[in-house]
């Protein structure tokens, strides 16, 4: 069982920028997708950005150009450096991983764009 820890969230003004990281609470599979969803209130869960265990990455196109995702494989960590932070932003911000055939997610942060 793998579980994932994320943080950084909070409220922010538009044009702004947040960190968030996902901390998985062991030694993951060598072949794995981490990535980040979100969902704002009445919506479906959404992409938001992939990362594979070779480093490919993939990004909605509604970040692209201001988000970035990452990971530290040594500390099972991926991270989503967010700016220029838009209202649209706003909702809960999910941590994914996906790996020995199966999924597991995060406990959610949230994430509020102010205008």
């Known amino acids: 069982q793998v579980q994932l820890v994320e943080s950084g969230g909070g409220l922010v003004q538009a044009g702004g920028s947040l960190r968030l990281s996902c901390a998985a609470s062991?030694?993951?599979?060598?072949?794995?997708?981490r990535g980040w969803y979100r969902q704002a209130p009445g919506k479906q869960r959404e992409l938001v950005a992939a990362?594979?265990?070779?480093?490919?990455?993939d990004y909605a196109d509604s970040v692209l150009g201001r988000f970035t995702i990452s990971r530290d494989t040594a500390k099972n960590t991926v991270y989503l450096q967010m700016s220029s932070l838009k209202p649209e932003d706003t909702g809960v911000y999910y941590c994914?991983?996906?790996?020995?055939?199966?999924?597991?997610w995060g406990q959610g942060t949230q994430v509020t764009v102010s205008s």
């Open positions: 994914s991983l996906r790996g020995g055939g199966l999924d597991y």
């Open positions: 062991r030694r993951i599979f060598s072949s794995n997708v």
């Open positions: 990362i594979t265990s070779g480093g490919s990455t």
